[in-house]
């Protein structure tokens, strides 16, 4: 295969690599600071620097791009493949890569644009490309519905992908309809909604096989793994599932609990570091109605997730501080701690209030 596509991939890597060459043209014009992440409210809070933005993106998304090429080339039945499935393999990362770095330019040089249509955007296509390339592709161990009623039936096989086909095509389009909604809104319907397009097609392979044995069309002793088989399968679900489980894990289970003891402010926090504040130490406590982080804030180290944000940030307004958010609430309170910034609020605005009144009298 990789003879075959040499031109065609030394060219994927090339437009991979593309937006290193428009960085440097508009390098005068980027900030030192580029955003790279934003919250659940589409608000900046994740900023790297001018280099990570233009060399580094761009680097890591070459590093996928080959490690999704390498890993279908080791597949025994490459070389069967519809050349058109191995075109798409050849070509996802290179667009992602340009629609990412466009992005990510755009907003550094004050183009205002809406994350959750961009991410609607990309995830959208790339299930309609998909969907549209399921039915064509052959059996094979790297691409595809890979369980083992479609690995050991070619009937289930074709069933699997055509129906499969049709859910993705469904599934982008469905996606794409959510691109106006407020990010926290996307995350919660799109992260749900493609684990049901996903494993939709596997349990749609169960009961076509569970009809093919009552038809007497296969047998369970054709539909039994190679040792190989096995041991690919189970490595690669092991990893899959394991990636999955910590990625829902950080998104979904991040939290921080406030307590108050006689003498400090106690918060409890997962995936960062707890904070003791004793009351004597608060110089000052200011309750804001809005939490609205200046375009200038970055996260220099902590936790982020659409839902949270913990760690230590720098601003123009704060300088260097610590912050213990929900993004959903608009409400905070704003501590300095021996001349130190803190920013900390509750799930909504009763709750901060309720912290807000609590430290007060704690503090009196």
Same mark, same amino acid.
């Given at each position: 295969?990789?003879?075959?596509?040499?031109?065609?991939?030394? %060219? #994927?890597?090339? =437009?991979?690599?593309?937006?290193?060459?428009?960085?440097?043209?508009?390098?005068?014009?980027?900030?030192?600071?580029?955003?790279?992440?934003?919250? *659940?409210?589409?608000?900046?809070?994740?900023?790297?620097?001018?280099? &990570? @933005?233009?060399?580094?993106?761009?680097?890591?998304?070459? *590093?996928?791009?080959?490690?999704?090429? %390498?890993?279908?080339?080791?597949?025994?039945?490459?070389?069967?493949?519809?050349?058109?499935?191995?075109?798409?393999?050849?070509?996802? !990362?290179?667009?992602?890569? $340009?629609?990412?770095?466009?992005?990510?330019?755009?907003?550094?040089?004050?183009?205002?644009?809406?994350?959750? $249509?961009?991410?609607?955007?990309?995830?959208?296509?790339?299930?309609? $490309?998909?969907?549209?390339? !399921?039915?064509?592709?052959?059996?094979?161990? #790297?691409?595809?519905?890979?369980?083992?009623?479609?690995?050991?039936?070619?009937?289930?096989?074709?069933?699997?992908?055509? &129906?499969?086909?049709?859910?993705?095509? =469904?599934?982008?389009?469905?996606?794409?309809?959510?691109?106006?909604?407020?990010?926290?809104?996307?995350?919660?319907?799109?992260?749900?909604?493609?684990?049901?397009?996903?494993?939709?097609?596997?349990?749609?392979?169960?009961?076509?096989?569970?009809?093919?044995?009552?038809?007497?069309?296969?047998?369970?002793?054709?539909?039994?793994?190679?040792?190989?088989?096995?041991?690919?399968?189970?490595?690669?679900?092991?990893?899959?599932?394991? @990636?999955?489980?910590?990625?829902?894990?950080?998104?979904?289970?991040?939290?921080?609990?406030?307590?108050?003891?006689?003498?400090?402010?106690?918060?409890?926090? #997962?995936?960062?570091?707890?904070?003791?504040?004793?009351?004597?130490?608060? +110089?000052?406590?200011?309750?804001?109605?809005?939490?609205?982080? +200046? @375009?200038?804030?970055?996260?220099?180290?902590?936790?982020? #997730?659409?839902?949270?944000? !913990?760690?230590?940030?720098?601003?123009?307004?704060?300088?260097?501080?610590?912050?213990?958010?929900?993004? @959903?609430?608009?409400?905070?309170?704003?501590?300095?701690?021996?001349?130190?910034?803190?920013?900390?609020?509750?799930?909504?605005?009763?709750?901060?209030?309720?912290?807000?009144?609590?430290?007060?009298?704690?503090?009196?």
């Amino acid at each position: 295969m990789l003879k075959k596509h040499k031109k065609t991939l030394i %060219l #994927s890597s090339i =437009v991979t690599l593309l937006p290193i060459i428009v960085g440097l043209l508009l390098w005068k014009h980027l900030p030192e600071q580029i955003a790279t992440h934003w919250n *659940a409210n589409g608000e900046n809070d994740g900023w790297s620097t001018k280099s &990570f @933005a233009i060399f580094g993106l761009p680097i890591i998304m070459l *590093a996928v791009h080959w490690i999704c090429i %390498l890993s279908t080339c080791l597949d025994s039945k490459a070389k069967e493949q519809n050349s058109k499935i191995i075109h798409m393999v050849l070509w996802i !990362m290179p667009i992602t890569s $340009i629609l990412v770095s466009g992005f990510t330019y755009s907003v550094a040089l004050g183009i205002k644009l809406n994350p959750t $249509i961009i991410m609607s955007l990309i995830l959208g296509l790339t299930f309609i $490309i998909l969907g549209n390339y !399921m039915p064509k592709c052959t059996p094979n161990h #790297s691409i595809g519905v890979r369980i083992r009623y479609t690995l050991r039936n070619n009937e289930n096989w074709n069933k699997t992908h055509r &129906f499969a086909g049709r859910v993705w095509v =469904v599934g982008g389009i469905f996606i794409l309809l959510t691109m106006f909604l407020p990010l926290e809104k996307f995350f919660l319907i799109t992260f749900p909604f493609i684990m049901l397009v996903a494993l939709t097609p596997g349990l749609y392979s169960y009961i076509y096989y569970r009809k093919q044995l009552k038809d007497g069309t296969t047998t369970k002793e054709e539909n039994v793994l190679t040792p190989s088989e096995k041991k690919t399968g189970a490595i690669g679900t092991i990893i899959g599932l394991t @990636a999955l489980i910590i990625a829902l894990l950080f998104i979904f289970t991040g939290k921080f609990e406030i307590t108050y003891d006689d003498t400090f402010l106690k918060i409890d926090a #997962s995936y960062w570091d707890d904070a003791n504040i004793r009351y004597t130490d608060i +110089d000052s406590i200011e309750y804001r109605t809005s939490d609205d982080p +200046d @375009a200038t804030m970055k996260r220099n180290f902590g936790y982020g #997730s659409p839902f949270l944000l !913990m760690g230590e940030f720098d601003s123009d307004e704060f300088g260097t501080y610590t912050r213990y958010s929900y993004t @959903a609430c608009d409400s905070c309170i704003v501590l300095t701690v021996d001349e130190k910034t803190m920013v900390i609020n509750g799930k909504d605005d009763t709750q901060t209030k309720a912290i807000y009144e609590q430290l007060l009298e704690k503090m009196n």
